[in-house]
């Protein structure tokens, strides 16, 4: 190609061939694209520049944060060394101008009052006679108790949700992986409640997903954001944390925190019970588990006195 090619062109043959290697690049790829419509509006041509990075980072955010900006980076980083090797003037830019793309924002820690809130909130959504009601509420309910992330809940099919065993299957999610997660017996008896409630309005087989729609099809994704972005309005909740308003997700962080501090109440030993909750949560990193107890300000205290603990077998080690 010369030097003369739209952005836009150039990015669409990126995808392509990334995608052709079986990379999905969904998210990422539509920020591409936008940058690519930027860049062209913008009137460029030729090798990528920092300076039109920098503007694209900054200018289509200027009120989000640099870990924003940073995440743009990220995403722009690899094009740029894809195109080099057509656009040898390109500049690359450092994976350090906005600082680290992956700082995690301390969440939302819902307290049980809270939870008790939401779900009774979902029940109350129109229609009071529908399947509605029930799908959030079990939704919503499911997560706070299992930890589930969203997108696991809402992909379970009904083969997944053994009542019989109170067993979850949670089927190929983040990292690849597959796991089996036990159920208390009160979710399992909401889950049933609700497969009940589900079965009698819609009809189901094996490819049928759990959570459905009242047109029995899966539940969007979008759809329920709004939902509880309604809910959340009408309850009038604050945040607390790093993030501007309480998520979904931030049931899965309740869930861990709530579990660490019971385990701490009980004098369970920490590091051992870690292990177990990094597999249960799905996490690929043990270190990802134990951020919370230096990342969420309610276990600041277990990690304290951990410290302490720790600091006082060396000076009795030295002593």
């Known amino acids: 190609m010369k030097a003369q090619t739209a952005m836009q062109a150039w990015v669409q043959r990126y995808l392509e061939e990334r995608r052709r290697l079986g990379f999905d690049l969904c998210i990422s790829g539509s920020q591409l694209v ?3 419509r930027y ?3 913008c009137g460029h041509r030729g090798p990528l520049t920092l300076d039109l990075v920098r503007d694209w980072a900054q200018g289509q955010a200027m009120r989000a944060t640099s870990i924003t900006w940073a995440r743009r ?8 060394k894809y195109l080099v090797q057509f656009e040898p003037q390109t500049e690359v830019p450092d ?3 906005f600082g680290r793309s992956h700082r995690r924002l301390t969440p939302h820690i819902y307290t049980d009052q809270e939870i008790r809130d939401l779900i009774t909130a979902a029940g109350r959504l129109p229609p009071s006679r529908g399947l509605r009601p029930a799908t959030y509420q079990t939704l919503f309910g499911l997560i706070a108790a299992t930890g589930l992330r969203f997108s696991e809940g809402l992909h379970l099919h009904d083969p997944d949700v053994d009542l019989g065993r109170g067993v979850l299957t949670v089927r190929q999610t983040k990292f690849n992986k597959s796991r089996q997660l036990p ?5 399992a008896e909401a889950l049933s409640r ?13 490819d049928t997903p759990f959570f459905v729609s009242a047109d029995g099809s899966a539940l969007p994704s979008r759809t329920v954001h709004d939902v509880f972005a309604r809910l959340r309005q009408q309850l009038g909740w604050t ?3 790093g993030h501007p308003q309480p998520r979904i997700h931030d049931l899965r962080h309740a869930f861990v925190v709530r579990r660490v501090m019971q385990w701490h109440e009980r004098g369970v030993d920490i590091d051992h019970a870690m292990l177990a909750l990094a597999t249960y949560m799905g996490h690929s990193k043990v270190s990802d588990t134990y951020w919370y107890l230096t990342g969420v300000p309610e276990l600041m205290a277990i990690a304290a006195s951990k410290f302490e603990l720790f600091a006082h077998r060396q000076e009795v080690g030295h002593g």
Not at 73 to 80: G, S, T
Not at 183 to 187: G, M, Y
């Open 34 to 36: 936008q940058f690519a």
């Open 194 to 206: 609700y497969r009940a409630a589900r079965n009698r309005r819609v009809s189901t087989g094996k």
């Open 95 to 97: 994976a350090t101008i």
């Open 39 to 41: 860049a062209d509006r």
């Open 239 to 241: 945040a607390r944390g």
């Open 73 to 80: 980076l990220d995403i722009l980083r690899p094009f740029a």
């Open 183 to 187: 159920l208390h017996p009160s979710s």
